[in-house]
């Protein structure tokens, strides 16, 4: 039960993760 539950906590950082880097990217690309 917990490791369900840490597995997809983690995979909600992940995608959070990926998401805050790529906007950090396309906003770079703006400069």
Do not use: C, T
Request: a neutral charge; zero cysteines.
């Amino acid at each position: 039960m917990i490791s369900v539950l840490v597995r997809q906590l983690g995979e909600h950082v992940g995608l959070f993760s990926m998401s805050v880097m790529a906007e950090g990217y396309r906003s770079g690309n703006a400069w």
